[in-house]
């Protein structure tokens, strides 16, 4: 199972760290990745972790805001989001993945598993 958190009320230009718990997904062998769904949108792709060589993807809306990072000794997945944007409001949500391919990494068909959500809210 994975276990989101972290999420709440900031104004525009605050910080906030998402953090997604696993009991057993989060190590090399599984791509982590976050989406957010913001109100009347689809669920779209955030941010993701490579499996294998744990590099980082993010959609270029968040680029130079967000960091993704994972603590293979804690079984935890960050999402570190900075210079929130009212935009940003959403429910955001960890996924993760042991077999897709690097083409699907920004595919919510993509993840098997998913987390609850959490949900962000920035006010302007």
């Known amino acids: 199972q994975l276990q989101a958190s972290g999420g709440g009320l900031v104004q525009a230009g605050d910080s906030l760290r998402l953090s997604c718990v696993s009991s057993?997904?989060?190590?090399?062998?599984?791509?982590m990745g976050w989406f957010r769904q913001g109100p009347g949108k689809e669920r779209e792709f955030v941010a993701a972790?490579?499996?294998?060589?744990?590099?980082?993807y993010y959609a270029d809306s968040v680029k130079g805001r967000f960091t993704i990072s994972r603590d293979k000794a804690k079984n935890t997945v960050y999402l570190q989001m900075n210079n929130l944007k009212p935009e940003d409001t959403a429910v955001y949500y960890c996924?993760?993945?042991?077999?897709?391919?690097?083409?699907?990494?920004?595919?919510?068909?993509?993840?098997?598993?998913w987390g609850q959500g959490t949900l962000v809210t920035v006010s302007s």
């Open positions: 972790v490579w499996r294998s060589t744990s590099t980082t």
């Open positions: 996924a993760a993945d042991r077999t897709l391919i690097l083409s699907s990494l920004r595919n919510v068909a993509a993840y098997d598993y």
């Open positions: 057993d997904r989060t190590g090399s062998s599984y791509t």
